[in-house]
């Protein structure tokens, strides 16, 4: 979801609906509308040199929630002391070359282990070496604040670059920390699997019927409840 509109400029009229205004400025009416007078006054009595709305202003605050985000995220992990890595690449729509970085580590908070999944950052990468993609991988994570002693695990598809068993990227970060295990993507794994699989008609005949059953139980909440009820009399070990 976009968070500008077409008229996304200017001082904010609390009392017009504007259909094409952006995300940021429908919340801070919405604000408005919900009863905050300090919000209200400032929007519509406040300098207009500042009104602290501009697009300059909105990149700044999801800057910030992003480095707040980080900062939580590499504080848990650096308490559980034992983290994996996982890494994937792909070129965005401005044909830019971008990795996305992800922590998967055991919550510190929790008294019953729970492992979790956090996105940390994107990353524009140039050189697609394994050597370079092992580089920027460790500099963004200690960039970030992460203690890579606690590295015990990565996890990447299975291009050459990236899981290369000698100029891989894992091979190149392993040399480094030898705990740091490889283990190829499993969703990608059971993902090549039945793209393969579905060449045969009669698995793909099947997984389409799977796949209809799926969506008629799963577009009616009444259908999910009466699948939920069949399922704990058969299974009781379910509830």
């Known amino acids: 979801m976009s968070l500008r509109g077409k008229t996304d400029s200017g001082r904010i009229n609390v009392d017009e609906e504007v259909k094409t205004g952006g995300k940021f400025r429908e919340l801070l009416k919405f604000r408005v509308k919900a009863g905050d007078e300090i919000l209200k006054k400032h929007l519509t009595e406040g300098s207009s040199n500042a009104q602290f709305t501009s697009a300059k202003v909105q990149n700044q605050l999801i800057n910030i929630c992003s480095d707040i985000i980080s900062e939580k995220i590499v504080e848990?992990?650096?308490?559980?002391?034992?983290?994996?890595?996982?890494?994937?690449?792909?070129?965005?729509?401005?044909?830019?070359?971008?990795?996305?970085?992800?922590?998967?580590?055991?919550?510190?908070?929790?008294?019953?282990?729970?492992?979790?999944?956090?996105?940390?950052?994107?990353?524009?990468?140039?050189?697609?070496?394994?050597?370079?993609?092992?580089?920027?991988?460790?500099?963004?994570?200690?960039?970030?604040?992460?203690?890579?002693?606690?590295?015990?695990?990565?996890?990447?598809?299975?291009?050459?670059?990236?899981?290369?068993?000698?100029?891989?990227?894992?091979?190149?970060i392993r040399k480094k920390y030898p705990k740091a295990l490889f283990v190829h993507f499993s969703a990608h794994s059971l993902n090549l699997a039945i793209n393969d699989a579905c060449k045969i008609t009669v698995v793909r005949n099947t997984v389409g019927s799977v796949s209809s059953v799926c969506n008629f139980f799963r577009g009616s909440a009444q259908r999910t409840d009466v699948l939920k009820k069949h399922v704990i009399n058969h299974f009781p070990s379910s509830r």
């Open 76 to 172: 848990k992990v650096n308490r559980a002391k034992i983290f994996s890595v996982m890494a994937d690449e792909t070129t965005d729509v401005s044909k830019q070359e971008q990795m996305s970085l992800c922590i998967r580590y055991i919550d510190p908070d929790l008294t019953c282990p729970l492992i979790r999944e956090d996105f940390l950052k994107f990353v524009v990468v140039s050189d697609l070496s394994g050597q370079g993609l092992a580089k920027t991988i460790i500099e963004n994570l200690q960039s970030a604040g992460i203690n890579l002693n606690f590295l015990i695990g990565q996890s990447y598809d299975g291009a050459a670059y990236m899981s290369g068993h000698l100029n891989g990227a894992q091979a190149v």
